[in-house]
């Protein structure tokens, strides 16, 4: 039985240390940016343009240019930058942590506070970078003193995070918007395409009855639809669909289609 058997020991060499300091960084920025769009209330199938990213080092650089086709998958989004560590795109905030300089400082902790108000962008980063700054001779503060915070800018939405700050660009062009709603009807079609006990390799005729709500997503994203559908034949200016079933795409849009297996 393998209950009897002794619980193997790990063997230290086979740890990727790097693999796994870039996966922590891949989800810490993933739950940022999701939490952006959670935020702006923008649906994980709404493709974003760009989200930027400011590299406090070289490895951070490296680390993140090593993740950077899981992160743009993970989160929808067709571009990422890397804003450098001298880049004053993003503006920051530090206030003291109150609940943590307390214990640690007691009285000392106003005059901590007062100095705290004073950082420059400069040593802001510093102390992200560092994890901690001398206020005085006497005096040492670590990063879980302070709260970090970033100031939104035009056209963006920023969120900060464990030293790691993302800017997310949340301006939807039609394009964009186009290609939302066309992986909407997507989504919808493959659930319709389960409900019928269809296999996933069954090609498919699709016809959409036409709504001009939908009409330019569907023509400016034909093959894409056509191809996560299996569809050969995909009419969507038909006036009239016969057992059609409606498929709600978003709050006020829904369309009617009829699917056919070849």
């Known amino acids: 039985s393998v209950h009897l058997v002794n619980f193997p020991k790990s063997n230290i060499s ?9 996966m922590d960084l891949a989800q810490n920025i993933t739950s940022l940016a999701l939490s952006i769009r959670k935020k702006e209330g923008l649906r994980v199938r709404q493709p974003l343009q760009k989200i930027l990213i400011p590299a ?6 490296k680390d993140i240019k090593h993740i950077s086709s899981i992160i743009k998958h993970e989160l929808n989004i067709k571009e990422l930058e890397l804003l450098s560590k001298d880049s004053t795109f993003l503006k920051k905030e530090i206030k003291p942590n109150f609940k943590t300089l307390g214990p640690k400082f007691g009285k000392k902790m106003k005059f901590i506070a007062s100095e705290i108000a004073k950082f420059s962008d400069k040593e802001i980063k510093l102390l992200e970078h560092s994890k901690k700054h001398k206020i005085s001779e006497e005096i ?5 003193d302070v709260e970090i915070t970033s100031v939104d800018i035009p056209g963006f939405s920023v969120a900060t995070n464990n030293g790691i700050t993302v800017a997310v660009d949340i301006i939807l062009s039609e394009t964009l918007k186009e290609e939302g709603l066309a992986r909407e009807l997507v ?7 389960k409900e019928n006990c269809f296999e996933v ?5 699709l016809s959409i009855k036409k709504n001009d709500l939908i009409k330019s997503a569907i023509k400016n994203n034909f093959n894409y639809i056509c191809e996560e559908t299996l569809a ?3 009419d969507y200016n038909d006036p009239v ?4 079933t409606e498929l709600k795409l978003l709050e006020d849009i829904s369309v009617t289609v009829s699917l056919t297996k070849i």
């Open 14 to 22: 086979d740890i990727d240390t790097d693999l796994e300091r870039q």
């Open 241 to 244: 669909i016969k057992n059609g």
């Open 140 to 144: 040492s503060i670590e990063i879980s």
């Open 187 to 193: 989504n919808r079609i493959q659930s319709l395409r």
């Open 56 to 61: 406090l080092n070289d490895e951070t650089k």
């Open 201 to 205: 390799t069954d090609k498919i005729n």
């Open 232 to 234: 050969t034949k995909l």
